[in-house]
């Protein structure tokens, strides 16, 4: 194979050589979703040959920063400059991929029933002409042999045919290949974690050349070991803001850990006994990608941490669909309800009722001889309303007609209102204002104390310290098992983030 | 080669063994059909069903289905047999202002994210309902050319496997090797990321709708050659043949995975399916029954596929 | 807005007052002449359409994609079959009921089967179970016309001041379908499917239990229809389904049903089918035809959902 060779003057690699203040520049880059604000006034700044590594840990506004920069958000405050010139006003995706940003998100965005010769052409609206699909192959051969000598994908390969590594590698090969407009910027947003160590390394080594070459990069990823090796500065966010920039060789990877973690550190809530030799586990299972075992007993709240994705939800499903029987090794012994994070895809009944709504994880109980009770529904509904404080004058009313934390309020309400002994709770506090944070979290513990136990995927540190017990998720894994007293956010940040050559 | 792969080549292959099974068995049982007069017979419903079932496909291609091509190719087989005989132009005008109309649905549809089985299925009473407007009772008749091309006689090969094999190539360069054709069967697969790279859905969307129309029309113009006359139900049956047809071709209702070779060869399976059924003296109630059991058999293989191509 | 929306969750009102309408409408170019026999005609024939919409208005509902569409096929089957049977003896009406809504149940198990085997679109499944069922009819039938039994063919056309008693049945059942859809948990759980079925599934309703339920249950109030119409009209034939699969779809999407699933309604069945026969009825008095008349079906199908689906589609 041939690498890095000159296809039909297209695939030339020639990104624009820079001067400085050429670059690409966010100043002052303010978003906010609601109440929450996600960015609070970011400056970030990738000049020509540099590669910028970003981390942080959830919710620190890595991917809404990248989303701002690629065009498929809109900044509410703030200025993009990309090579010297303000291109803020109607700045979309249009106008990034014409200034040459281009970004690999993490869910794939090619089109399986297509060929990766037909995958490139979508990408690129120039390749047209009788010979399109030999060019097409040709610049996306060429690319792929650049990055990744001894791929073995055929251009012509249906990509639903390839395996989930190589998808990615199209996928990046794609974003790095060229024709009418030239590459100035590419986002990698946790690029490696679908790749093997060899094709990483691949990876990382032409991301260096890209950027020695005069271009720019902008590299995520939870391999703290890759963002060190990769990059000429590190950018640490949190909470919406950038809380270190400095230049790569400044940080170790417990300097970095330190950095993502608070500098005062959250001070542990007052310890309770711990609950673990009170009788036999009402939970005990495996994750999906092995480690430790996960086991929850009456009246423990239980921590999921971990950086999003890693398998968390994927072993709260495993729970729920074992509910009941206890089927090969996994042990779930008794009634379980799932309080969903994503309420449009997994919780919301949209064209309910908050009552309603409540109702539909209790029917059995509002039955009245052979039929659901309206006035029993109404009661159930009100008590809840009650004692969780859903603010709305009336349960009938349609459930969309409250704000997103009262609607998840009404969530919490139709699992705590079940007979289920056991809740299993996705990260159902995300983007919640902090008053109803604190009102749930009450809740939480008067129904432990009661005997409950809970399942609680959290990618927030303060709700780990409401927690008994946090296991650890990286990679589908659990890879760490935390009591409550060795509960430290920086324990829980140097598992979530690896290590590695 | 990998097993995903193999399931691929398979599923791709199973039209045309299922096709080239029948026309063996077909020869078989009557030896004398193996002969340019016989094949032409055998053929002849073949063109038009092929053109309806290639409508149909335009429309799976972005994940909607049609259920009234059927009523469409019956009104626009009931335009060419008046209109386009007795006064072209107002014909030609009709033909394209249903294709127009086509467009618009596809449209409404995509902006309004209305299912399109039940636009469809309003829409069929509509077409149906212009059809009867247009020719209350069956007659009309058909445009002397167009009776010309349908009965053309070249030498060696007859007119239905060269009109197939045309159409399917034609749709086949356009729609597999064009580069809009990618965009097209991409919006298909994966609709937002088609949109992030720039494309118009909306575009896209009307476009294959219009695609379906023109086909439809095609196949209307195609079945009044054949038959001479039209009536206002003279194709309804073909939205279930269509889908079929296309099911048959390895088209599959989501993902934007479409054959147009495929599809004209599923049509022309299942023409052949019917005199096949009625060459084994098989009892003509059971006809419907086998092309459902066919159907659902082909359905079935490939859900057998698709099963090892999960398992990977 | 709010006015707007709270009349759309009326929506059976709208069917309701179109059928009223288009009454009046007829009656005053009659000069009120044979109004009251219009009615009394119109229920004996949307009874049938309402019969077989009950059916369907439960599997719109299971949402986007749900739709049977073998009924027509699952007509003519129980209506051939349970006629041959009875073979015009009085005392078989009951078995003869019993084995329609066999053919039913055996039907809507065919049905779920092929759906969940195959893994294939309901509206696929139930095309291709209809190709079989209605050669099976073909074939049981033979071409003969068996008379249905005299009390049956009397208790289908009885009227009561002019009220068919069928019709009163069937606004019977429409009612306790009605609390079965709304006060059971049944009924629920089909709702919180159309609207969200990975929801459902997370609250712990049993999905895939009830959409088997559903679609046998569609099939078996096809087969009812088949029965009673074969009844009404002097014996089974084969095309006899043939205008009640649109006809199903028809009244439920006008009867203010949500096609996009999760939202529906049991009286906007009856009025969109009163609505749909008195459309026929009055365009015939005006001396319009077929055609005008599917040309307004269509269209107002089409105006109806696009502006009832429309709303659904920007919450998702």
Not at chain 1, 103 to 124: D, G, K, M, W, Y
Not at chain 2, 47 to 74: E, K, R, W
Not at chain 3, 93 to 115: D, H
Request: hydrophobic residues 50%; neutral net charge; glycine residues 10%.
């Amino acid at each position: 194979m041939t690498p890095n060779e000159s296809v039909g003057g297209a695939a030339a690699p020639a990104p624009v050589a820079g001067e400085a203040g050429d670059g690409v520049r966010l100043s002052a880059i303010a978003k906010r979703f609601g109440a929450v604000v996600a960015l609070g006034g970011v400056s970030l700044d990738v000049p020509p040959g540099t590669c910028v590594g970003l981390v942080g840990h959830n919710g620190a506004g890595k991917s809404t920063l990248m989303n701002v920069l690629a065009g498929t958000l809109t900044a509410d405050e703030g200025t993009i400059a990309i090579g010297g010139d303000d291109v803020t006003a109607g700045y979309a995706i249009a106008r990034a991929r014409e200034r040459g940003v281009r970004c690999i998100f993490q869910e794939l965005s090619l089109c399986p029933n297509l060929t990766v010769a037909e995958n490139a052409r979508i990408e690129h609206p120039s390749l047209t002409g009788l010979s399109w699909r030999t060019e097409a192959g040709r610049l996306i051969r060429a690319k792929l042999d650049e990055i990744f000598p001894g791929h073995g994908i055929s251009p012509g390969a249906v990509v639903a045919d390839l395996s989930i590594a190589r998808r990615q590698m199209v996928e990046i090969a794609r974003a790095f290949s060229q024709t009418a407009t030239p590459v100035r910027l590419v986002i990698l947003d946790e690029p490696t974690s679908s790749l093997d160590q060899t094709i990483a390394r691949q990876l990382l080594d032409h991301i260096r050349r890209f950027v020695d070459g005069g271009g720019s990069a902008v590299f995520i990823s939870h391999l703290l070991g890759e963002v060190l090796d990769i990059s000429d500065r590190v950018v640490v966010m949190k909470d919406g803001l950038v809380v270190a920039d400095e230049p790569a060789a400044h940080f170790d990877r417990d300097g970095l850990v330190a950095a993502m973690g608070s500098v005062g550190g959250h001070a542990a809530a007052a310890s309770t006994q711990s609950r673990r030799d009170t009788g036999a586990p009402k939970v005990a299972i495996d994750a999906r990608g092995g480690g430790a075992r996960l086991t929850a007993h009456p009246g423990e709240i239980v921590g999921l941490a971990g950086l999003a994705g890693h398998g968390q939800t994927d072993t709260l499903l495993d729970v729920f669909a074992r509910a009941g029987r206890t089927k090969g090794a996994a042990i779930v012994d008794g009634r379980v309800a799932f309080v969903a994070g994503d309420r449009q895809t997994d919780g919301a009944f949209p064209l309910w009722s908050i009552a309603e709504n409540i109702g539909i994880g209790s029917l059995h109980a509002l039955k009245q001889g052979r039929f659901i009770s309206e006035a029993k529904e109404g009661e159930l509904a009100e008590r809840w309303r009650e004692r969780i404080g859903i603010r709305a004058p009336s349960v009938w009313n349609p459930l969309l007609s409250l704000s997103g934390g009262n609607q998840q309020k009404a969530l919490f309400a139709r699992a705590l209102a079940s007979d289920a002994d056991i809740i299993l709770m996705d990260d159902p506090m995300r983007g919640v204002d902090v008053g109803t944070k604190q009102e749930v979290y009450k809740i939480i513990r008067e129904e432990a104390e009661k005997g409950r136990t809970f399942l609680w995927y959290t990618t927030e540190m303060d709700e780990l310290l409401i927690c008994d017990h946090i296991y650890v998720f990286r990679e589908r894994a659990i890879v760490a098992d935390l009591t409550r007293s060795e509960l430290t956010e920086e324990a829980v940040i140097q598992a979530s983030f690896r290590q590695d050559a | 080669m990998s097993r995903p792969m193999l399931a691929r080549l398979l599923r791709s292959a199973l039209p045309a063994l299922s096709l080239a099974i029948l026309l063996g068995a077909i020869f078989y049982l009557q030896p004398r059909t193996m002969s340019y007069f016989g094949l032409n017979l055998l053929l002849n419903l073949a063109v038009p069903i092929a053109l309806a079932t290639l409508a149909q496909m335009c429309v799976l291609t972005v994940n909607d289905l049609d259920l009234s091509i059927g009523s469409y190719v019956s009104l626009t087989a009931c335009i060419t047999a008046t209109w386009l005989n007795d006064t072209p132009i107002l014909g030609v005008a009709a033909l394209l202002a249903c294709i127009l109309a086509y467009g618009a649905v596809g449209a409404l549809v995509h902006l309004r994210n209305l299912p399109s089985i039940v636009v469809t299925l309003g829409l069929s009473f509509v077409w149906l309902g212009l059809a009867i407007l247009i020719l209350p009772t069956p007659g009309g008749k058909a445009p002397g050319w167009i009776r010309e091309l349908m009965t053309l006689k070249p030498a060696y090969v007859p007119f239905p496997v060269i009109a197939c094999v045309v159409i399917a190539l034609v749709v086949h360069v356009v729609l597999m090797r064009s580069p809009y054709g990618a965009v097209l069967r991409g919006a298909g697969g994966n609709p937002r990321a088609v949109a992030r790279a720039g494309w118009s859905l909306l575009r896209v969307k009307v476009t294959m709708y219009m695609a379906a129309g023109t086909f439809g029309a095609l196949a209307g113009i195609a079945l009044v050659g054949l038959t001479t006359s039209a009536d206002a139900n003279i194709a309804l049956r073909y939205t279930l043949l269509s889908i079929a047809g296309a099911i048959l071709g390895g088209s599959e209702f989501v993902g934007g995975r479409v054959s147009p070779i495929g599809a004209v060869i599923g049509a022309v399976t299942l023409t052949l399916a019917a005199s096949f059924l009625s060459f084994l003296r098989l009892n003509p109630d059971f006809q419907i029954g086998a092309q459902g059991a066919i159907l659902i058999l082909v359905l079935a293989l490939r859900a057998v596929i698709g099963r090892t191509e999960a398992d990977r | 807005m709010k006015a707007i929306t709270t009349f759309f969750r009326q929506p059976w009102l709208f069917a309701f007052a179109a059928a009223i309408a288009v009454w009046i409408a007829t009656a005053a170019f009659t000069q009120g002449q044979g109004a009251g026999e219009v009615l009394s005609v119109a229920f004996t024939f949307a009874t049938f359409f309402v019969i077989v919409a009950i059916g369907q208005m439960f599997v719109v509902t299971l949402g986007p994609g749900n739709v049977d569409l073998s009924i027509p096929a699952t007509m003519t089957l129980a209506g051939t079959v349970s006629m041959k049977i009875m073979d015009g003896l009085n005392w078989m009406i009951l078995p003869g009921y019993l084995i329609a809504v066999a053919v039913g149940v055996v039907v809507g198990v065919l049905n779920v089967g092929l759906i969940r085997v195959l893994r294939i679109p309901p509206i696929i499944a139930t095309l291709s179970s209809s190709f079989i069922i209605q050669s099976a009819a073909i074939w049981y039938n033979r071409g003969l016309r068996v008379k249905p039994p005299t009390m049956l063919a009397d208790f289908t056309t009885a009227k009561i001041a002019g009220m068919p008693i069928l019709a009163l049945l069937v606004i019977l059942i429409a009612a306790v379908m009605h609390v079965v859809l709304n006060r059971t948990i049944y009924g629920r759980t089909v709702i919180a499917i159309g609207q969200n079925a990975r929801a459902a599934r997370l609250a712990g309703l049993e999905v895939n239990r009830v959409r088997f339920l559903t679609y046998v249950m569609c099939a078996v109030f096809a087969a009812s229809c088949g029965y009673v119409l074969a009844g009404f009209s002097g014996g089974a034939a084969l095309n006899m389904g043939q205008e009640y699969l649109l006809a199903s779809v028809a009244v439920v999407v006008i009867g203010g049903t949500s096609v996009a699933g999760g939202f529906s309604n049991i009286p906007g069945l009856w009025g969109a089918a009163l609505f749909l026969f008195l459309l026929v009825t009055m365009l015939n008095t005006f001396g319009l035809g077929a055609g005008v008349r599917l040309l307004l079906t269509g269209l107002i199908i089409i105006a109806v959902i696009t502006l009832a689906g429309g709303s659904r589609s920007s919450e998702r």
